[in-house]
């Protein structure tokens, strides 16, 4: 018999699914691997078609009364969730590093306090919102409410399997839907110690269910069930084609954070200290982030520095184990995704691409682990310049002119976000506005409020979230117009 929990860096992991205020067990597992040493952590119940059947009749059956709760009511359980996830930031810490490599003090000073935040923020929101006050029309009245659409289906990825998560759940539920998680299967364990949370906070049975397993057998029959009402999904390109598919048959609304192949451009006035760090930071988390600045952009007046301290500060990045707390840069996710960026990497270099940094995997280190790599010299039409590289690679290339820049930053089908660097307000303003992307960062990175939208245009997404842009997604908006004459008092 399978084992159904396990210790994980000193926390017990329940390994079942969370269907309907239960835990659930399935006759067949699959191996949950550490990218840190490639060891197995645990054999985790991996469902199915019956499980997603069950998840999604759990979730149908808890609508009506958790949509019926007012909003103040609904927003309370959300911000004793807050405190759950606050209460456990250094069990979700050391878990989540454990099972995707990322670095533990990332978790604990910024990723699992946004994790909190999330529920807080969309519970303040849902309160301050969900209702408008209502129009006068030609002597009518008319009431806009935002009613919730009923049963959610969030998959998410693995490179930041929690906060992406609760960055949908957290709206979905203060709206008053229900949920249905399916977790990343190379990181599926801390969405486990977030159902247990969820029932701690008191959110009713039902209300949040999570069914762990792969794409094929678990992630495809939640995308084709007839039982869901809106699909919030975060992952890659081919995916969200094959689930479109999917979803198509049943008319569900999608919500997709897809992938990017963002640009950097640092025009000739830049502070060339700014530039350099925002560029280092591009290497956070193994550049497995799909925000990531990968294409580099700079004045050929400033391209030689730039390169040059670039490249030395990254050889400075200190690449290990994500448990010590002065590591920079971890391990590559999995074996396969490892072999798919040093083929990337390879190809680029046999195509003309020059290595200044980096250029393969971390020989000292072994494992998973794949140095910081600067490229240089890459044509642009070259693989390694069009498909998003989700690893800690970057291109750096040069312009003459601004035009250039604008033309070159958004010849790309990506749309994610771009990043300026500029000393100039006026040209912030001027080129900032002609960038294809759902978010421009200029002179800063990675900086968004929780009320801004947020979003890719082209392959990059569908749909916004954030703020009332959540709220636009997760529920059914009805407008409500009362004629003032009819009534039988």
């Not at 006050?133 to 959610?152: F, K, M, N, Q, W």
């Not at 009402?229 to 890659?236: H, K, N, P």
Request: hydrophobic share 45%.
């Amino acid at each position: 018999m399978q084992a159904h929990t396990a210790p994980v860096e000193g926390v017990v992991v329940d390994l079942r699914h969370w269907i309907g205020g239960e835990r659930v067990a399935s006759e067949r597992t699959f191996a949950d691997v550490s990218p840190i040493d490639e060891a197995e952590i645990a054999q985790v119940a991996a469902g199915g078609a019956a499980e997603v059947d069950a998840a999604v009749a759990a979730a149908r059956a808890a609508f009506p009364a958790w949509a019926a709760l007012p909003v103040a009511e609904r927003a309370a359980v959300l911000r004793r969730v807050a405190e759950g996830v606050e209460a456990r930031v250094e069990d979700l810490a050391r878990v989540e590093t454990r099972d995707n490599g990322s670095l533990i003090r990332s978790h604990r000073r910024g990723v699992m306090p946004r994790v909190a935040l999330n529920f807080r923020a969309f519970a303040d929101f849902a309160e301050q919102r969900l209702g408008h006050p209502d129009l006068e029309v030609r002597g009518h009245r008319e009431r806009i409410s935002y009613d919730p659409a009923g049963v959610v289906a969030v998959i998410t990825p693995w490179n930041a399997p929690l906060m992406l998560a609760t960055w949908r759940i957290g709206p979905a539920l203060a709206a008053g839907n229900t949920v249905v998680l399916k977790p990343p299967e190379w990181a599926p364990l801390t969405a486990s110690l977030l159902a247990d949370i969820m029932h701690e906070a008191g959110v009713p049975a039902g209300v949040f269910n999570v069914v762990q397993g792969t794409g094929l057998d678990a992630g495809a029959p939640l995308t084709a069930h007839p039982g869901i009402d809106r699909l919030a999904f975060t992952g890659s390109v081919p995916t969200a084609g094959v689930i479109s598919k999917a979803a198509a048959e049943n008319i569900v609304p999608l919500s997709y954070e897809l992938g990017g192949k963002s640009p950097l451009v640092v025009l000739e006035d830049a502070d060339l200290d700014l530039a350099v760090d925002i560029a280092v930071e591009q290497f956070d988390n193994a550049g497995q982030v799909c925000l990531k600045a990968a294409r580099m952009l700079v004045h050929s007046s400033l391209v030689d520095e730039f390169t040059e301290r670039v490249v030395a500060m990254a050889a400075t990045l200190r690449q290990g184990d994500p448990r010590a707390e002065d590591t920079d840069v971890s391990a590559l996710i999995s074996r396969a995704h490892f072999e798919q960026i040093r083929g990337f990497v390879e190809r680029a270099i046999a195509d003309g691409a020059r290595p200044l940094l980096g250029g393969g995997p971390n020989d000292e280190l072994g494992g998973l682990y794949f140095r910081p790599t600067v490229l240089v010299d890459a044509k642009p039409d070259a693989e390694i310049m069009t498909e998003e590289v989700f690893g800690p690679v970057v291109t750096i290339e040069s312009f003459d002119t601004e035009d250039e820049a604008i033309h070159r930053a958004n010849d790309t089908r990506f749309g994610l976000a771009a990043t300026l660097v500029t000393g100039n307000r006026e040209a912030a303003e001027r080129v900032s506005a002609q960038l294809n992307a759902g978010t421009v960062w200029v002179n800063c990175f990675f900086v968004r409020d929780l009320e801004a939208p947020f979003g890719g245009n082209g392959r990059s997404g569908i749909g916004r979230e954030g703020g009332i842009w959540s709220f636009d997604f997760y529920t059914d908006i009805k407008n409500s117009v009362f004629s003032p004459s009819g009534w039988k008092e």
